[in-house]
């Protein structure tokens, strides 16, 4: 069993690198990748951890970016060959770009009541802090009762609380992964909320047609009928398929390592299609 979407504390989770590897081996985990957002430091730290256990561990990056007018969120695999300096620096760039966010968005909170300080957020995301990180805190002052009702009121793009940021285009996302040696995929694509099955295929084709490698089919969020629609996609376009949990440690208390919401086992086989995979850069 395998587990190739799963976050640390240098993004948006709550494990330390050594704590999500040794999970891993607790849970009896082949292999895993580590796809913090915007950030290769969570494998960085965990590589010699995973060595020393014997544990396959998989170099991972989770992007967000813009296709149409929406997020989505792109994976990359295979990024430590090793990753270029020039694919670091443009993550640093992605980075700086999610600070400024947090800083508009603590004073966009406070102009609607909620007390609530920048240097609060990152002390609690250090580098990485993101919508995660304000949500706990509003749930601590007592703002929200459920970190969800933090999302739907304040946080989500939708809601009153929200401060855009610089997300590049899906295609040049696609792109850049290629360039740095990797695979892209797609994730979590149930989260797109396309309610015409056309729409996500119309996309799908047109990122297959830009270099797009895989996409996730098997996650936390996707019931069997959503992972037969995206292994049609898959199959249509000839691209791969990753699968992960989107494990984020007590964050998402009801998603476990490995097994999701007790609808995943993801063969070791997966792995080892997309091992076959050349990148794709356009």
Request: aromatic share 6%; hydrophobic share 35%; charged share 25%.
């Amino acid at each position: 069993m395998i587990d190739l979407h799963t976050h640390t504390n240098e993004s948006d989770g709550t494990y330390t690198p050594f704590e999500l590897v040794d999970a891993a081996m607790a849970a009896g985990l082949d292999a895993l990748a580590i796809s913090d957002h915007d950030t290769l430091a969570g494998y960085d730290q965990a590589l010699p951890r995973a060595r020393e256990k014997g544990l396959d561990l998989v170099c991972g990056i989770e992007l967000s970016t813009k296709a149409r007018g929406k997020t989505v969120h792109l994976l990359g695999y295979f990024l430590n060959n090793p990753p270029a300096p020039e694919f670091r620096g443009w993550l640093e760039e992605m980075q700086a770009s999610r600070r400024d966010r947090n800083v508009r968005m603590a004073e966009r909170l406070r102009s609607l009541g909620i007390d609530i300080t920048i240097e609060e957020v990152q002390k609690r995301g250090r580098s990485l802090a993101g919508r995660p990180h304000f949500a706990k805190i509003m749930l601590e002052k007592g703002y929200v009762s459920t970190i969800q009702e933090a999302f739907d009121e304040y946080l989500d793009e939708s809601a009153k609380g929200y401060v855009d940021r610089y997300e590049p285009e899906l295609a040049y996302g696609i792109k850049r992964i290629g360039e740095a040696g990797g695979i892209s995929s797609i994730a979590h694509p149930v989260r797109l909320g396309y309610r015409d099955p056309e729409r996500l295929r119309g996309l799908v084709k047109e990122m297959a047609e830009a270099g797009l490698s895989a996409l996730e089919v098997y996650h936390s969020d996707h019931n069997p009928s959503d992972v037969e629609q995206f292994l049609g996609l898959a199959r249509e376009f000839h691209l791969g398929v990753t699968g992960g949990s989107d494990f984020h440690g007590d964050v998402k208390p009801g998603i476990r390592l490995g097994a999701g919401a007790g609808n995943l086992n993801i063969p070791r086989s997966v792995l080892d299609r997309l091992r076959e995979i050349p990148p794709q850069a356009s």
